[in-house]
Nanobody
Framework: QVQLVESGGGLVQAGGSLRLSCAASGRTFGGNAMGWFRQAPGKEREIVAGISWSGGTTYYADFVKGRFTISRDNAKNTVYLQMNSLKPEDTAVYYC??????????????????WGQGTQVTVSS
């Protein structure tokens, strides 16, 4: 079992920044690929970014490339999402997820078997 707890969400003006954190506990964190997803009202949950077990390989959705950065600190059992140049369309609940079956991040939501409770990010125009 892996327990995931997100933090760092909030209200920010367009152009601002937020840093999300996801603290993991339970089974070995370092062996899991991790991902950040988001879900806006009325929309499906979509991947934002993913990171391999070592942090050496990352993936970004096109709509966040150049603005968001995913990273992890296995010594602290934590994965981060640095979000810069935020836009109103980034408003959503952001979820951290773990894929305990793979070392490398999948883009498919269904490959992730552990999820946090989500943290709200609201970007005002």
């Amino acid at each position: 079992q892996v327990q995931l707890v997100e933090s760092g969400g909030g209200l920010v003006q367009a152009g601002g920044s937020l840093r999300l954190s996801c603290a993991a506990s339970g089974r070995t964190f370092g062996g899991n690929a991790m991902g950040w997803f988001r879900q806006a009202p009325g929309k499906e949950r979509e991947i934002v970014a993913g990171i391999s077990w070592s942090g050496g390989t990352t993936y970004y959705a096109d709509f966040v490339k150049g603005r968001f950065t995913i990273s992890r600190d296995n010594a602290k059992n934590t994965v981060y999402l640095q979000m810069n140049s935020l836009k109103p369309e980034d408003t959503a609940v952001y979820y951290c997820a773990a894929d305990s079956q793979s070392l490398y991040a999948s883009r498919r939501r269904t490959d992730y078997n552990y999820w946090g409770q989500g943290t709200q990010v609201t970007v005002s125009s």
